[in-house]
């Protein structure tokens, strides 16, 4: 079980400084921000084998629920195919530095 910040939540906050700053607004003028969304993630897989059982209502109360391990394979399978199908570029080969 974890529960911690939305990552993504600071990474839009930090963006958000990096705005204002970037408009004219000097830093130190600027409030001092903390991540405020939490999220709860229980890892039902990892509980079960650990025989460990989960009550319902905590269930309920998570924000994502693990069921399946994650699978590298299928990963590294979908990255594959995404890069496959990126335009290929018209250097011959070349890196293009120096």
């Not at 408009?23 to 993630?41: C, H, R, S, W, Y």
């Not at 069921?67 to 335009?87: D, G, H």
Request: glycine residues 10%.
């Amino acid at each position: 079980m974890s529960y911690g910040t939305v990552i993504s939540d600071g990474y839009y906050k930090g963006g958000n400084y990096i705005g204002q700053i970037l408009k004219g607004t000097k830093p130190a003028d600027l409030p001092v921000e903390q991540v405020n969304k939490f999220e709860m993630i229980i890892n039902q897989k990892t509980a079960k084998t650990l025989s460990l059982t989960v009550p319902p209502s905590l269930l309920a109360l998570a924000d994502e629920v693990i069921e399946q391990p994650f699978r590298c394979a299928a990963l590294w399978s979908l990255m594959a195919q995404s890069v496959t199908s990126l335009p290929r570029s018209n250097s011959g080969g070349k890196s293009g530095h120096g």
